[in-house]
């Protein structure tokens, strides 16, 4: 095989990587710590959240849902829409509330006052 086929091979399985990359990692146009899925986890490692506080995005009249999983005891408290929860430590909550309300709001571990999340609702 020569040079310049090898050297074809490999660009092409170097444009291969970078496109499932961006198809598993999503588009690369939103913010790093943006989900809308109805699956969005948040993971809290020692009272903070893994790679930062995460950026929820919902659209009013869908279900806002989401998963906490912490490695810390507390209560999760997801304002403006008014929900406590109580997570164990190594456990794990599920919130899933009607998006009635538009705006941004915060979602925190209560006891120890640390911001895990923003939920955005956008009107529909």
Same mark, same amino acid.
């Given at each position: 095989? &020569? &040079?310049?086929?090898?050297? !074809? ?21 939103? %913010? ?18 893994? !790679?930062?506080? #995460? ?15 912490? %490695?810390?005891? %507390? ?15 190594? !456990? #794990?909550?599920?919130? &899933? ?17 640390? #911001? ?9």
């Amino acid at each position: 095989m &020569s &040079s310049r086929a090898r050297i !074809g091979i490999v660009v092409a399985a170097v444009v291969v990587l970078v496109v499932v990359f961006i198809v598993v990692n999503g588009s690369g146009g939103n %913010d790093d710590n943006k989900s809308s899925s109805a699956n969005a986890v948040v993971t809290v490692v020692d009272a903070k959240p893994q !790679g930062g506080v #995460q950026k929820l995005k919902f659209t009013k009249g869908d279900t806002i849902e989401f998963t906490v999983k912490s %490695d810390t005891a %507390d209560e999760i408290h997801f304002h403006g829409y008014d929900v406590h929860k109580d997570v164990a430590k190594g !456990g #794990q909550v599920t919130f &899933s509330v009607p998006a009635t309300i538009e705006g941004k709001f915060i979602v925190e571990l209560e006891d120890h006052k640390t #911001q895990i999340a923003e939920v955005e609702v956008d009107p529909s």
